[in-house]
C-alpha cells in the first residue's frame, strides 16, 4: 500500500481519521484497517451517498439493512490503486456534504 508523505501511514489510515475528525462521523471500530472501514453517522446515510454519487464518488456500502445493531453506518472500502488525491477528494466531498447537516 503506498504511503503518504506525512508520516509513512497509508493514505487509507489518514482517510479515515480524517472522516472520523467531522462532526457527526465516527468510527464504529477502532480495530486496524487493511482496505475497509466502517463509519457511523449520527445523520441518514441514504442521503449522504446519494449527494456523494452526484459528485461522481461511490462513497460505501451502508449496513443498517444488514447490522441495524449499529445504527446509520456504511463501509469504506479503498485499495492501493486508489491515489491520496482520490482519497483527498472522498475526504473533502464528505466533509462538505455532513457539514451543511449540522
Aim: net charge positive; hydrophobic share 45%; glycine share 10%.
Amino acid at each position: 500500500m503506498r504511503t503518504d508523505s506525512t508520516g509513512g501511514r497509508p493514505p487509507l489510515v489518514e482517510m479515515a481519521q480524517s472522516l472520523a475528525g467531522i462532526n457527526g462521523v465516527e468510527r464504529a471500530f477502532s480495530m486496524p484497517i487493511f482496505h475497509e472501514f466502517v463509519l457511523k453517522l449520527s445523520t441518514s446515510v441514504t442521503p449522504v451517498l446519494h449527494a456523494l454519487k452526484a459528485q461522481g464518488i461511490l462513497g460505501g456500502i451502508p449496513l443498517m439493512q444488514h447490522f441495524p445493531e449499529i445504527g446509520q453506518s456504511l463501509v469504506v472500502c479503498a485499495t492501493e490503486t486508489k491515489t491520496a488525491a482520490a482519497i483527498a477528494r472522498f475526504t473533502e466531498n464528505m466533509t462538505g456534504i455532513i457539514g451543511k447537516r449540522f
